[in-house]
């Protein structure tokens, strides 16, 4: 709680709108983003050709998210929604078979960015679709991004028209170069750990 951060030696925050609240409580807080970690990059490169998985939906289950993957297969789309957490190996395997990757609210009333599903995406190379309303989000650069209400339609859109593979390179490529962990950590240190 407060107190544990207020006599901490410093706080880092995963999210960059925690970071006013904790630099109230100690001045020594920073945002820690998650970037690209080689040893991050786990999967296996499954051919395109051989991905049968178009959108891969994981994570805890909503009746949101229930209506979405009906949808979708009902209009053809081959869904994987495990409805159920599934163990990380289970999802990882499930992502190496994906053509999209999703990160969708559980409900309308969220609207929270998935950092880890979203770095674990890119730098393994599966596209992935973030439903936001917060397209300046850093992150949503690297995502093919969908307004809410529209994600069945922007999938829809992505899996007829976009060279995903090409795509998830290119975000690959940029993510790596942009966002490395080792230039974050530097700056994180050097703000929060006394000399």
Not at 53 to 72: E, K, N, V
Not at 157 to 176: C, K, M, P, S
């Amino acid at each position: 709680g407060w107190r544990s951060a207020r006599n901490a030696e410093f706080v880092w925050c995963f999210h960059d709108f925690s970071v006013a609240a904790c630099s109230a409580m100690n001045p020594r807080t920073a945002h820690l983003r998650l970037g690209y970690v080689a040893g991050m990059e786990t999967l296996a490169n499954t051919p395109w050709h051989a991905r049968d998985i178009d959108a891969l939906l994981c994570g805890m289950p909503s009746t949101r998210r229930d209506s979405l993957a009906a949808a979708l297969g009902a209009e053809g789309v081959r869904v994987c929604y495990p409805s159920i957490p599934v163990p990380l190996a289970v999802r990882d395997s499930l992502m190496e078979r994906a053509r999209l990757n999703l990160s969708v609210q559980k409900t309308d009333r969220h609207d929270v960015v998935s950092v880890t599903r979203l770095c674990h995406s890119i730098t393994n190379r599966v596209p992935v679709l973030l439903e936001t309303h917060d397209t300046a989000h850093p992150l949503a650069r690297f995502c093919l991004v969908s307004e809410p209400g529209r994600v069945a339609e922007t999938i829809r859109h992505h899996l007829a028209h976009t060279d995903l593979e090409a795509w998830a390179q290119a975000r690959y490529d940029d993510f790596r170069i942009d966002w490395p962990m080792t230039k974050i950590m530097t700056r994180v240190l050097e703000e929060t750990v006394p000399a």
